[in-house]
């Protein structure tokens, strides 16, 4: 999938296998590799960055919403359609601190709590500043959810 959306070759040292636990992954296929030897390049037109948003969804959106926020749609977009490129998306959402939401009221005592407790607020504002904006193209991104967004934010 990665090569169709590139348009060339990956690496003919390297293959994509599949695994029902891991997903997609990328994997040795040749032990004849020498050191200082590029295994992998990925052509800029297939990188995830905050400029390949949809232009039509860019002029729908303030300018105080950021590029992580940006990158996130972009992410957003990419797993809607089927692509990772990569990108682990986790099964439970966890935030920059590295707890998971659904664990948060254990570290409560912490001073990992209050941080962690901001960060999803944070979040949170800044899903209901672009979820309208996302609402204008649902053949792209479905019914997009504030778990779905936290998935894409933690993965940045």
């Known amino acids: ?20 636990c891991a997903g997609h992954y990328l994997h040795q ?3 004849d590799i020498r050191e200082g030897e590029c295994l992998l390049k990925v ?16 002029s729908l ?11 996130a749609i972009v992410l957003l977009a990419e797993k809607k359609l089927g692509f990772h490129m990569g990108i682990i998306c986790q099964q439970s959402a966890t935030l920059y601190s590295g707890v998971k939401i ?5 570290v ?7 941080e962690t407790f901001d960060q999803k607020v944070c979040i949170e ?7 309208h904006a996302l609402g204008h193209f649902p053949q792209i991104f479905g019914t997009c959810t504030l778990q779905d967004f936290i998935r894409c934010m933690g993965n940045l």
């Open 1 to 20: 999938m990665l090569e169709q959306k590139a348009g060339t070759e990956i690496s003919s040292k390297l293959s994509i296998g599949h695994s029902t």
């Open 29 to 31: 296929t040749s032990f």
């Open 43 to 58: 052509p800029y037109s297939v990188h995830l960055t905050p400029d390949k948003i949809i232009p039509a969804l860019e």
């Open 61 to 71: 959106l303030t300018a105080d919403v950021s590029n992580i926020v940006r990158l």
């Open 102 to 106: 659904d664990e948060l009221e254990m």
């Open 108 to 114: 409560q005592p912490s001073s990992v709590y209050r």
């Open 125 to 131: 504002k800044e899903f209901y500043v672009i979820k």
